[in-house]
């Protein structure tokens, strides 16, 4: 693991990123971003999703030889595969992706004596998410008394984890069927993201501007999630509980649904479908996801716990959207959840 290892205000970017060694003597390629080349190669068009907490020096500096090496075609081409989840851009070398003066003057990231050194032109990947503090609604959630006892890992148990949580609930909840990993405006159990301002890139976004409660929201779900994969720890596979299967109109997969329909017209939801892999009961939980939603009007749903919902298509809906996501949840221990978001707009 590389980090940099000196005090903010006195770091400078091309010391640690780029030719020859870094102040620690140390070489600034290693095997780490040598092995990063590898994976950058790969002839493989899904998306590469990085969680970046600590430093994010050895996936810089794998950036920097990759971009060195190959043509700027192949290079432009991986930028938009990667992926970024950054919490609190907490590392001199964030500057290779993002201006860290100009995040700092956000007075949104608490960054110190953080200066910019980075004398080049940035790089962009697909998009770069900043959680400027949002994470910290995930620490201590639960005590050492929940956890511990489940495992040797267990034993390690930090009090609610680090920036890594949500960056990882993120991709999870998205597995889950809540949100697209590709959107993160959409809200998840990584928080809800919203578009910098117009002096950074187009797909940077932040959660400067978006409430805290839009991770809280998911803390009852992600902490159930949680005391689920520690009895992998424990138990056999079969005799863990697993996630429901959430269906709604057939749909038996984790896609976001979106369904287009004139103003006015009534839209049929059916989730009855769905079933639970270990035999348990299961319950239904409608809500419209308003914060996700660009429709300004009142939107309700009547049979918030039934499988089958009708909704009239509100006849002002014009060129705006509704979000509506439907929670299945089963009756094991602990009860855990599956979700499929349905997005409706005018046809």
């Not at 006195?10 to 780490?32: C, L, Q, R, V, Y």
């Not at 969680?51 to 950036?63: D, S």
């Not at 940077?204 to 803390?219: A, F, G, P």
């Not at 017209?265 to 939603?293: C, H, Q, T």
């Given at each position: 693991?590389?980090?940099?290892?000196?005090?903010?205000?006195?770091?400078?970017?091309?010391?640690?990123?780029?030719?020859?060694?870094?102040?620690?003597?140390?070489?600034?390629?290693?095997?780490?971003?040598?092995?990063?080349?590898?994976?950058?190669?790969?002839?493989?068009?899904?998306?590469?999703?990085?969680?970046?907490?600590?430093?994010?020096?050895?996936?810089?500096?794998?950036?920097?030889?990759?971009?060195?090496?190959?043509?700027?075609?192949?290079?432009?081409?991986?930028?938009?595969?990667?992926?970024?989840?950054?919490?609190?851009?907490?590392?001199?070398?964030?500057?290779?992706?993002?201006?860290?003066?100009?995040?700092?003057?956000?007075?949104?990231?608490?960054?110190?004596?953080?200066?910019?050194?980075?004398?080049?032109?940035?790089?962009?990947?697909?998009?770069?998410?900043?959680?400027?503090?949002?994470?910290?609604?995930?620490?201590?959630?639960?005590?050492?008394?929940?956890?511990?006892?489940?495992?040797?890992?267990?034993?390690?148990?930090?009090?609610?984890?680090?920036g890594y949580t949500p960056s990882f609930l993120y991709l999870?909840?998205?597995?889950?069927?809540?949100?697209?990993?590709?959107?993160?405006?959409?809200?998840?159990?990584?928080?809800?993201?919203?578009?910098?301002?117009?002096?950074?890139?187009?797909?940077?976004?932040?959660?400067?501007?978006?409430?805290?409660?839009?991770?809280?929201?998911?803390?009852?779900?992600?902490?159930?999630?949680?005391?689920?994969?520690?009895?992998?720890?424990?138990?056999d596979p079969d005799e863990v509980n697993h996630e429901p299967n959430a269906v709604?109109?057939?749909?038996?997969?984790?896609?976001?649904?979106?369904?287009?329909?004139?103003?006015?017209?009534?839209?049929?939801?059916?989730?009855?479908?769905?079933?639970?892999?270990?035999?348990?009961?299961?319950?239904?939980?409608?809500?419209?996801?308003?914060?996700?939603?660009?429709?300004?009007?009142?939107?309700?749903?009547?049979?918030?716990?039934?499988?089958?919902?009708?909704?009239?298509?509100?006849?002002?809906?014009?060129?705006?959207?509704?979000?509506?996501?439907?929670?299945?949840?089963?009756?094991?221990?602990?009860?855990?959840?599956?979700?499929?978001?349905?997005?409706?707009?005018?046809?």
């Open positions: 693991m590389r980090q940099v290892e000196s005090s903010w205000g006195d770091i400078n970017f091309h010391d640690w990123i780029g030719e020859g060694n870094t102040p620690n003597g140390a070489p600034k390629d290693s095997e780490g971003s040598e092995y990063l080349q590898e994976v950058f190669s790969k002839d493989d068009d899904r998306p590469i999703y990085v969680e970046m907490w600590g430093g994010p020096i050895t996936f810089v500096q794998a950036l920097y030889r990759f971009k060195q090496r190959n043509s700027d075609e192949k290079f432009q081409k991986l930028m938009k595969k990667i992926h970024v989840f950054g919490i609190l851009l907490q590392d001199i070398t964030f500057d290779y992706l993002i201006n860290l003066d100009k995040v700092k003057a956000l007075n949104c990231d608490k960054m110190g004596s953080t200066t910019s050194t980075y004398k080049g032109e940035r790089v962009h990947p697909g998009w770069l998410l900043n959680d400027a503090g949002h994470f910290w609604r995930y620490i201590t959630v639960m005590k050492d008394t929940e956890v511990k006892g489940h495992g040797a890992m267990s034993e390690h148990y930090d009090h609610g984890g680090e999870l909840s998205a597995r889950f069927g809540l949100n697209d990993p590709l959107d993160p405006t959409q809200g998840s159990w990584g928080s809800m993201f919203k578009p910098m301002s117009s002096e950074f890139p187009k797909h940077y976004y932040e959660t400067c501007r978006v409430d805290k409660s839009e991770l809280e929201r998911w803390i009852p779900q992600a902490k159930n999630s949680f005391l689920n994969r520690l009895q992998y720890s424990l138990k709604v109109n057939g749909d038996k997969t984790n896609a976001i649904i979106k369904v287009r329909s004139k103003p006015n017209k009534i839209v049929d939801l059916n989730a009855s479908g769905s079933m639970d892999p270990d035999g348990d009961s299961i319950s239904y939980r409608w809500f419209f996801y308003k914060e996700a939603s660009d429709y300004p009007g009142a939107f309700s749903i009547d049979e918030l716990s039934s499988s089958i919902q009708k909704f009239k298509m509100p006849k002002d809906i014009g060129n705006k959207s509704i979000h509506i996501v439907v929670e299945v949840v089963d009756k094991g221990s602990p009860e855990l959840v599956s979700y499929r978001r349905v997005i409706l707009s005018a046809k």
